[in-house]
């Protein structure tokens, strides 16, 4: 069965930075886009950013210029290097994998989900 493993998660202040890490298996990792996004306690999940399976990455404008994903397709892994954190990024983060996708803004085009990893930001 397909498996997303978040990490990375944690506390940090604000200013401070984190890399998450998007680990899979038993998928052939090159034919995915892996979409990042985030969920805060009774807000909606939103997209974060996404590395396209044919290369690129696309962001949200929230996080432009701060964070950086990369990919690393010979380790399954895709990364979320976040630099100058807020306190409103403060979120369950999630990783997600979409067959050949485009559409990548929309978490209902992904096929498969991670479990999530907390980070926290404070003031």
């Known amino acids: 069965q397909v498996q997303l493993v978040e990490s990375g998660g944690g506390l940090v202040q604000a200013g401070g930075s984190l890399r998450l890490s998007c680990a899979a298996s038993?998928?052939?990792?090159?034919?995915?886009?892996i979409g990042w996004f985030r969920q805060a306690p009774g807000k909606e999940r939103e997209f974060v950013g996404a590395s396209r399976w044919n290369g690129g990455n696309t962001y949200a404008d929230s996080v432009k210029g701060r964070f950086t994903i990369s990919r690393e397709n010979a380790k399954n892994t895709v990364y979320l290097q976040m630099n100058t954190l807020k306190p409103e990024d403060t979120a369950t983060y999630y990783c997600?994998?979409?067959?050949?996708?485009?559409?990548?803004?929309?978490?209902?085009?992904?096929?498969?989900w991670g479990q999530g990893t907390q980070v926290t930001v404070s003031s």
């Open positions: 038993r998928l052939t990792f090159s034919r995915y886009t």
């Open positions: 997600a994998a979409n067959q050949y996708g485009s559409r990548m803004y929309e978490a209902d085009k992904y096929d498969y």
